[in-house]
């Protein structure tokens, strides 16, 4: 019985973290398309969706191997600079400023947006 618990449970953990995985992606990849359609970039959702994955993949690697604090912030977020400057063909400065406006944007994203409850 406790056994069927423990994998019903992880199912539902692995679910959740999947489910938010994706409507994370989704909402950056808006905000990205936007900000730099804003900012006249050519470049269409698909390159949006890209930067958003890697950003993502980004992020949770350098948070596993560096922790969350101030350092993982710093390599994460450089990281995804360089891949945000190489996919739209831009100047550090430019990639800079969206960078920065993408990061704003989706943090007042995330404090309006309903949170979900966390796993039963």
Do not use: C, Q
């Not at 938010?20 to 992606?25: H, P, R």
């Amino acid at each position: 019985m406790s056994r069927d618990l423990i994998s019903t449970e992880h199912l539902v953990d692995s679910l959740y973290g999947f489910v938010s995985f994706v409507i994370g992606v989704i909402i950056s990849s808006i905000i990205i398309y936007l900000v730099t359609k804003l900012f006249g970039e050519k470049e269409g959702i698909k390159t949006a969706i890209i930067t958003a994955v890697i950003g993502a993949i980004v992020y949770s690697i350098t948070y596993f191997l560096l922790g969350d604090g101030f350092w993982a912030a710093i390599a994460g977020g450089f990281v995804w600079l360089l891949t945000l400057k190489a996919l739209y063909n831009m100047g550090w400065l430019k990639s800079f400023v969206i960078a920065f406006i993408v990061w704003v944007a989706a943090a007042i994203t995330g404090i309006l947006l309903p949170t979900a409850p966390g796993p039963l």
